[in-house]
C-alpha cells in the first residue's frame, strides 16, 4: 500500500473548487480518522475487560461463576465490556458515510451533503472506477452487513447484546459474543466479539487508505489549469 497524502487530497481541491470546499474535505479526513482511532480505542478497552473476566480463571470456575445467581462480578464486567464493543462498531459504521461525504467534496461542486456511502457511489464522476471498485468492495462484504444491521438494530428497535460465554467443549476458547439477531426478516447469527471487531477494523482501514490513495490520483487528474479565484491561497 502506498501512502495517502491528505493535504495533496484538499490542495486539488482547493485547485478545482476553491478554498471553502478545501475545508469542508479536510474535516471530514480529520474526521474519518478521528473515527479509525474511536474504533481502535474501544476495540482496546473491549480486550481489557474481555481478558479480565477469563484473569486466573479455568473453565469449571467461570461455568460455576456464571451459574452463581448472586454472583455479579461477570456481569458488571459484561456491562462494561458491552458499552465498548457497541461504541467500536458505531464507529466504524460511521466511517464509510464519512468518507462518503469526503469523496462528494473532493470530486464534485456540491457544496452541502446529507447523503450516504451508498449515494456517494452514484455521484462518482467518469474515470472514477477504481474508487467504485473499491467503494463496492467495503459495504459488498457479508461482515459490513452483519456490522451495518447490528447498529440500525441496536439504534432502532433493541440493542444486540454481548453474552459471556464459557466453553465446556475444550476445544473452544471463553469470550464475548454479539447476541444473534433478526432483521427485516433476516437472521444475523452470533459472533464472537473481539474476532469481528479485529477483522473489521483491519479490512475497513485498509480499504479506507486505498480508497484515500485513489481518490488523491482522481482529484489531481482533475485539477484546473488556472485555479479558481478562491483557491490562490495555498493550504499549509
Known amino acids: 500500500m502506498g501512502t495517502w497524502n491528505l493535504k495533496d487530497l484538499e490542495h486539488s481541491v482547493l485547485l478545482k473548487y476553491g478554498k471553502p470546499q478545501s475545508l469542508k474535505v479536510a474535516e471530514c479526513l480529520q474526521s474519518v480518522l478521528t473515527r479509525l482511532n474511536h474504533a481502535a480505542f474501544h476495540i482496546k478497552e473491549f480486550e481489557v475487560f474481555e481478558d479480565e473476566v477469563t484473569d486466573g480463571r479455568d473453565t469449571l470456575e467461570l461455568i460455576t461463576e456464571i451459574f452463581q445467581i448472586d454472583e455479579t462480578r461477570i456481569s458488571d464486567i459484561t456491562l462494561k465490556a458491552g458499552a465498548h464493543a457497541l461504541a467500536a462498531v458505531q464507529a466504524l459504521h460511521s466511517i464509510a458515510d464519512i468518507m462518503g461525504t469526503a469523496i462528494v467534496f473532493s470530486l464534485t461542486d456540491k457544496k452541502s451533503w446529507n447523503g450516504y456511502w451508498a449515494d456517494a457511489k452514484k455521484l462518482l464522476p467518469s474515470g472514477a472506477l477504481s474508487i467504485e471498485k473499491l467503494m463496492s468492495e467495503l ?43 433478526e432483521r427485516k426478516s433476516a437472521s444475523y447469527a452470533a459472533r464472537d466479539v473481539r474476532d469481528f471487531l479485529i477483522s473489521e477494523f483491519d479490512r475497513q482501514g485498509r480499504l479506507i487508505f486505498e480508497i484515500g490513495i485513489e481518490l488523491n490520483s482522481v482529484a489531481e487528474s482533475r485539477r484546473p489549469v488556472s485555479p479558481p479565484d478562491s483557491a490562490k491561497t495555498r493550504i499549509i
Open 139 to 181: 459495504d459488498g462484504h457479508g461482515d459490513y452487513a452483519h456490522l451495518r444491521e447490528l447498529v440500525n438494530h441496536s439504534k432502532h428497535t433493541n440493542v444486540v447484546r454481548t453474552r459471556f460465554m464459557a466453553d465446556m467443549t475444550g476445544s473452544g476458547k471463553n469470550r464475548y459474543e454479539f447476541m444473534p439477531f
